[in-house]
Nanobody
Framework: QVQLVESGGGLVQAGGSLRLSCTVTGGTFSRWAMGWFRQAPGKEREFVATINVINLQTPATSVKGRFTISRDNSKNMVYLQMHRLKPEDTAVYYC??????????????????WGQGTQVTVSS
């Protein structure tokens, strides 16, 4: 049974930093592309960043230069380092796994497994 568990969310002031972590159990993590998405109240789930099996990282335009995705295959973990946070970054952040990688995947429908989410709140 595959499980994804996020951690590291919280309340931070604008301009601050947070690092989100996602632990994956029950699958062949090293063979999967991993992604981070976020969803603010009343909005659709939004792509944040993805990393493929050869560590190619692709961030969304809105977070490029501020957020960095990384992975540690020895620990079955993926991270999202967030700097210079803005109030508009406030959302529930989700970790996701794609078992069938095909290019740069930015759509939620391309991912097979999801975590329960972790809240990030950025105060102004």
């Amino acid at each position: 049974q595959v499980q994804l568990v996020e951690s590291g969310g919280g309340l931070v002031q604008a301009g601050g930093s947070l690092r989100l972590s996602c632990t994956v159990t029950g699958g062949t993590f090293s063979r999967w592309a991993m992604g981070w998405f976020r969803q603010a109240p009343g909005k659709e789930r939004e792509f944040v960043a993805t990393i493929n099996v050869i560590n190619l990282q692709t961030p969304a335009t809105s977070v490029k230069g501020r957020f960095t995705i990384s992975r540690d295959n020895s620990k079955n973990m993926v991270y999202l380092q967030m700097h210079r946070l803005k109030p508009e970054d406030t959302a529930v952040y989700y970790c996701a796994a794609a078992t069938n990688e095909h290019g740069i995947m930015v759509l939620p429908s391309e991912y097979d497994y999801w975590g329960q989410g972790t809240q990030v709140t950025v105060s102004s």
